[in-house]
């Protein structure tokens, strides 16, 4: 992403988040979505903007302003949504109870 981050205009796209200070990271998603078609297969309502954080779908516009300064690749979005040894990402990570890897 590049140009100055607009506070109302989500930008579609992969990002991370903390849910709480101290929390791990989780993987974020915007996206447009097209609205209703008719039998004929034209567009018969608006586009719908949708946001992803970690597995609940949250409001973009309130989202933004948290997710525009961590923008990450589509292939680290799926690594992360893969993980299934992540902490509760709603609570801060106690480094002190974590096991050393070795």
């Given at each position: 992403?590049?140009?100055p981050i607009r506070e109302n205009d989500p930008q579609?796209?992969?990002?991370?988040?903390?849910?709480?200070?101290?929390?791990?990271?989780?993987?974020?998603?915007?996206?447009?979505?097209?609205?209703?078609?008719?039998?004929?297969?034209?567009?018969?309502?608006?586009?719908?903007?949708?946001?992803?954080v970690g597995a609940e779908l949250r409001d973009p516009y309130a989202?933004?302003?948290?997710?525009?300064?961590?923008?990450?690749?589509?292939?680290?979005?799926?690594?992360?949504?893969?993980?299934?040894?992540?902490?509760?990402?709603?609570?801060?990570?106690?480094?002190?109870?974590?096991?050393?890897?070795?």
């Open positions: 992403m590049s140009g579609e796209g992969y990002y991370r988040r903390r849910l709480v200070r101290g929390g791990p990271w989780v993987p974020a998603r915007i996206w447009w979505q097209d609205g209703e078609r008719d039998a004929a297969g034209e567009l018969i309502s608006d586009q719908v903007l949708y946001c992803m989202e933004w302003t948290w997710l525009a300064g961590q923008p990450i690749g589509e292939a680290e979005y799926n690594a992360m949504q893969q993980r299934r040894d992540v902490p509760n990402p709603h609570q801060p990570i106690d480094h002190l109870s974590i096991k050393p890897p070795f």
